[in-house]
């Protein structure tokens, strides 16, 4: 291993160079127009994989952008890492406010700044650079690895369902690595083991057959408005605990373990407080901060509206009102089950007068991978040794829905080691990617090859 | 009077190419390319005032829509009646959804079809018809009449109010008279003698300075939407009563002999929800729908609006909520102090973690004009011997604010002596005014000076 991290030390100027070439390719899979600069960056990955040592590289197409899939299965023994990666990125809009070019990648302050620098294509890189030192120094890889990289993410991941389903055998693996999530702060090296799931519903409520006069019709007719606001207010009780019967009774519970680690995380409330601009926080009673945000769940107004929004006033007694609700859901709860408790206490809190549809958008099962997997704690490992710090087991509170294709199609955990910073914008202008983490995340990643396949093997 | 009822009688047809005439102008005060046609019009109404025999006729200039002002001062000991009405109308969009043009008035089924039929140049000119049928066959009025016609009233009648100010000597009078309400059914001439008040309310509750990932943020920031929900669902309790302290403390009971008078209208509350397609009405326990939108006050939401209202799901964290709320108000409220009342109660009721601004839009009082003033029984006596039914005394759940100009300007009250039919599509596509209302309209005009003239002088 240490003649691969020299390799790879060797190398850092060339890395960043790589990288500067990945991110000038404009990938933005949602933009119709770029779609052959889409095909250009899948025909990139494709020749880098072949040139890194893979002996399989193949551009699949699909009904949208194409998925780029290689293999190397020539470690005996030894057990198959799956990685995946995305190589389309966001559009680079509103393009007034980068300080660079957002494809032109530059150098500033021990940054690397571009669209993509960190969401995904220098994670993904990190990975490339890994597998090149380790065929490099030699000429073997210390595990079986396939990669499958989508160029979907950002708008849906839509072939890759099919992807997975249509190719579950090739794709067999005993885990899944994907690194497209952030530490927990800058010198924190972490690995994430659980997401949130959702259930996300929408409500249409209904009054009179027309907008009303509300000066001729006020005090006499339902107001949908006033009855979707009694509705909403009822999801919640003073202690911000959410009202539905039976919406926590599979919720699993924190545990002493986690309540510990969590509270030895370096989280400094009073920060996120300024950089929220709030003045105070508000959330379920009995928890903190990151406990309500990682291991309980949450319910949010998404959206709502009803009547007159403009400037100015309009005296109308509005005919419907509607809103977007979501919840954000924890191990064991169900979404489809949440979604029908949902309807039920809307169904029963709705007053006289109007009328209610309630309808789901998507949902999503909580995801917990397990910590003492072993390539979770191979990950462990090679962050420590890549990071010189003791890494952290965190969650999320949002969802990534592929680990679920990942659970369900293959039966595949999913490992989180993510080497981006909370604050490099991904989605955002001036999107960056701390240059040391770039440099870390690279022998991190040749690391958990080694670790991965001495643990197990 | 029976010689001038028959000189009324015998130029029906000639009335009605006269209302024909008037409504193809097309006098739309809020459209800037229709200002020549506005202009036009009310050149129209001076000349047709003086060809009547109004001895004083002008136009007056003002920072918008001209005025047209005349005067018949020459019944000396008879009272003065201030004639008010308008001459502009509605824009006739959507145009698409009118049978016949909405300029060129058409007859069907005894009801004549245009845009201002109504509202309210028909109304406007069943009074020019009565004066000149006194002048025809007197050639006098029963008593002096200054007439006020402004070309502002659909768009915030903004020149109204200097041009009180600054001619209240000429204005002068013992009463104002309005044709420019509707009658409560065919069949029943009406004279409305009470309008509520206002007060329009604007809600903006803010959360943190950004919208933020509900997944991320979610259980741990207060969510604006719900903050206002919570606060929108707290103004009213089971009972659909305002629960705002101290709302109720000037509200001037319901008389018995109110209540009696308003059970005996013809009043069909099940056609009532059949034509707002409700499955039953919802208001304030203790009261019936016309108690409920004519003698107490009501609060409706307008508007509300937060987050992501767009089709689909975004999972959003909105930074801001805001609402528009009205409150009618009824004889004694004061629109100021509800104002403050209003806020109060939303500041004692907004939960932790965001931040409220409430400012108040435009206030009204409530109006009533005394059943006894003299010419509201002289406009009873005259709708009786026009429509051969007894007239009923009515009252509206909306505003005029240009009755409180009169009563504050000029101390006048105002008689409210509508021919129009609820159903008469004002402001929509097919507005019409009945034909034997119009007829009935002129003489009951005609009969209304006389009765005014005899029971006063």
Known sequence: MNAVIDHIESRREAHVEDLKTFIAIPSVSTNPERAGDVARCADHCHDSL?????TTVEVVKTGGHPIVYAEWLEAEGAPTVLFYGHYDVQPPDPIELWTSPPFEATVRDGKIYGRGSVDDKGQVLAHWKAWEAHFAVNGRLPCNVKVLLEGEE???????????????????????LISDSPMFARGVPSLCYGLRGLCYMELHVRGA??????GSFGGAVANPAQALAKILASLKDEDERITIDGFYDRVRPLTDEERDEFARLPFDEEEYKRQLDVSELVGEAGFSTL??????????INGMISGFTGDGAKTVLPAE????????????????????????HVERVTPPGV??????????RAYLA???????????????AAFGAEPVFTREGGSIPITNSFQSTLGLTSILMGFGLPDENAHAPDENLDLDNFHRGIAAAAHFYHEYASGVG
């Not at 859901?329 to 979404?335: A, F, G, I, S």
């Open 50 to 54: 072949r040139d890194v040592g893979f």
């Open 154 to 176: 950002e708008i849906g991941s839509e072939s890759l369902e099919p992807f997975l389903v249509e190719r579950k055998t090739d794709l067999a693996a005993d885990v899944i």
């Open 209 to 214: 057959n027309t907008d009303l006069h509300s």
């Open 291 to 300: 406990e309500r945000t990682w291991v309980r769940p949450a319910l949010d």
């Open 321 to 344: 009102a509607s809103a977007k609700v979501s919840m954000r859901l924890v191990p064991d709860q169900d979404p489809e089950e949440i979604a029908r408790l949902f309807a039920a």
């Open 355 to 364: 009328s209610v549809k309630v309808a789901p958008h998507h949902g999503a």
């Open 370 to 384: 397990p910590l003492d997997h072993p390539a979770n704690q191979a990950a462990k490992r090679a962050l420590a």
